[in-house]
């Protein structure tokens, strides 16, 4: 992939036309026609020679396809600054220092395997289970602190603070720091952008992002080795099971960066998508509300219908034949998972939100290797979100429908959702 | 309840082992052991790991109420 | 047809693939009499849970109960064999002396345990074979009591598996066969040499290259310990018989069928053959039992001793009992089995029988996580994963596809591709274990 930095955007062909209309923030409340249109097409090739696959069979055998590399990440690479001393030899270093810091959704194996077990030796049942107390308590507070208001704004009153909250406990990271680090959060997910991706401005922003962040990341671990608690980053920083091996300072700080920018980003999108489908299935949060119990299939075909993660990119290792193309080496992959998940071919009447459907075998969560490693704790949060928002919020009602949208294409979400209510439970 | 897992298609991605941890365990670094007749007591996280499979792997006798036993000795 | 006249449809079997095609014939919409007759007292279990978890005590014997999906309303006949066939009549004789008239009948029967070809030797006490419930659980009961020596006979699956049990309890093992390796005749030596090196790092005494001759008992007619060719003999208080199945046919002798102790042969959509080649259009077969032409295997007649067969061509062989003669579809499979042991979870696809090659095309043997591709004649068969479960989709697709091999060039995490000799053992000339003195 040329740098994206010095490149010039090639013309726009057809093919670009719809997947560009696909990012462009005027379509993000409802991408799914174009989705529906791009799968007339399972693999399209777009202008600059990256490939677009938006059907269930197609990404389904892309996803298992070991010539599918994610190592995709562009290098870092600061800015000219004028000054010789940083341009040539500081920056540089800095800039490979950076690069090296690739957390694992940006690694294939051996690498990713041995670095996903670490993570997964600390991401523990009992760990994991553990915070259901905590996340019911968490939702008590925030839903009451509402009271009295006939107006919620769900991402600001719950969808973030609750992720925000969990993941900081989970991993020891102090909670009133929150203010410090979501903006670089926010700044950092755009490495999942296409769009960002390919802008200058976005990627000298990740650059310094990156750099706080990291210098956080780092301060945070000196004092887990210090002071060791029981959280992950206490148990990644003093891995102490010699039968395997440990992770390096580099990987330490991507892998603890990772863990919090995942752990809540992706989080607030399917608690706030969640809300609004069951705000216009009224009937549905009718039914969740009596029977609680509903919940596991109201999330999976949540996770189909109105996944948090819209599409992957790829990077092609060999010539790949699907769905009647072939990909050729050193291609760069669009994988559209939320297109397969609406695929009508897979799944009979996608478009209808139906927590009943026989078979909800959706890409919510990818597949493969790279399956998201907090699904577990994404499902207790959402499951008890859901719940208590159904059961605690008197006759709630969207106030303005569509919501306005967060600017991702790739990390889909409402920016905020205003509910009408006739007060708490 | 019975259960029985079809391992040709269970790729070990564990989330039933989250869902019902005394149900499902995890062993090195693929291997699903399984209880196939867990009590009825944990209808509730045998449902949650049955919809959390994400290769649809699980399957499950006396979850959805009550559905009568068939296997009767003798005619 | 979602009603037949009486009488109904009848399946012999009541195991997995009976169970399966039972559900299936209800699911279609099937709403006529359906009787199911099975030979053990058990109703329908799950076998692959006994070789491991049973023996090792995690599991109850009768813990493994298989669920019934779909409301059945089916008439069982458990513990009462299936005795003869007569075509003509249509009728099913049961070993209790009743007869059993059927408008379709779907053979599910399976296979058993190959005895110890001594049967003399194979009664004495502490031998066993392992294949149902009540096998396992007299084993377990055995192993429990915390024997010093098992001895094994014969390296294939359950063979290696009830070893890995063995160990985790505790118990000093044996294990020998004639092959250089174990699971030589499924997997060839050069895959299953990293299965040697398991047997070895957990402690078992594995004796490549040997043949057991004789069992001995004692004079209380307890197993005792057993003669390898050559001389030499091992002490051992529980001796166990793991050498492969035979398929269930004996029953079938005088129907008129093409049935041997490889199974009974069928067309390529599930019907059982005649013994004039021609298929009997009210006659089924699904599971160990049954030999069918695979297209996937440009139509070699395979028989397919798995899981994964047993759910999918009862509900194939169901579909086609009630579709309408000039409506049969072909029932193509590409098999695929599990196994875990020593800790290891190894999974398969395609049929590496008359391999001529063999790749590591991910991972590594050293480190035992590893994918290996199987060729023939320049296509991809098979292919086998230690620990890399996530992979295998993208190689079954290829195989089925019959592309190249090997299949997949330019992976993540694959080393330079060497091709090796698979090292298939030569077909068996002689059995895999022999009785020279029985008496």
Known sequence: MPDALAAEPPPLSQDDTLFARILDPANRANPYPLLARLREKPVRRQQDGSYVVSTHAAIRSLLFDPR?????????????????????????????????????????????????????????????????????????????????????CLVEDLSYPLPVAVICELLGVPEQDESQFQSWATQLSTALEPDARRDADTRRANVASFDAIADYMRALIREKRRKPADDMLSGLANHADPTTRKMSDFDLVSTAILLLVAGHETTVNLITNGMLTLLRHPHELERLRADPERAPRVIEELLRYEPPVHFRTRKALGDIAVAGETIPKGASVMLVLAAASRDPERFPNPDIFDPDRADIQHFG?????????????????????????????????????PPSYRPGAALRGPAGLEITIDGIV | MRVVVDLNRCQGYAQCCYAAPESFVLRGHEILFYDPAPPAAKRGEIARAVQACPVRAISVEGLDAVTSPEVETGS | MSALPEPGIVIVGASLAGLRGAEALRLRGYTGPLDIVGDEPHPPYDRPPLSKHVLAGELAPDATALPNLVPLRANWHLGVAATGLDREARTLRLADGRALAYRRLLIATGAQARPWPGPERAALSGV?????????????????????????VGGGLIGCEAASCCRDLGIDVTLVDPNPTPLARSLGTFVGGVVAGLLERSGVDFRPGAHVELLEGDSFGGFRRAHLRGGETIEAEVAIVALGAVRSTGWLAGAGLMADAGGLTCDGACRALAADGTPCEDIYAAGDVARWPNPIYSGRLISVEHWGNAVEQAGHAARNMLAAPDDQEPYAHLPAFWSSQFGINIKAVGLSEGADSVAIVQGSRAARRFLAVYGRAGRSIAAVSFDEARWLPAYAEQIRAGRPFPPIRDATDQARIEIHAPGFPPRRSEPAAREIVDA
């Open chain 1, 68 to 152: 599918l590399s994610s190592e995709d990440l562009p290098p870092f690479r600061r800015p000219p600054t004028g000054n010789p001393l940083k341009d040539w030899l500081l920056n540089p270093i800095k800039d490979r220092i950076a690069t090296a810091h690739r957390p694992l959704i940006f690694r294939d194996p051996p690498d990713h395997d041995s670095l996903r077990h670490l993570v997964m030796e600390q991401f523990t049942v009992k760990r994991v289970r553990g915070t259901h107390d905590r996340v019911a308590a968490v939702v008590d507070t925030l839903i009451e602190r509402c009271r009295g208001r006939d107006r919620v």
């Open chain 3, 128 to 152: 066993f074979t392992l294949r149902g419930r009540d096998d396992a659980a007299a084993l377990r009961a055995v192993l429990a009591k915390g024997p010093r020596h098992v001895l094994i």
């Open chain 1, 365 to 401: 969560f990818g597949a493969g290797l790279h399956y998201c490693v907090g699904a577990p704790l994404a499902r207790i949060e959402v499951e008890i979100a859901l719940v208590r928002l159904c059961q605690r919020l008197i006759r709630p009602r969207l106030a303005q429908d």
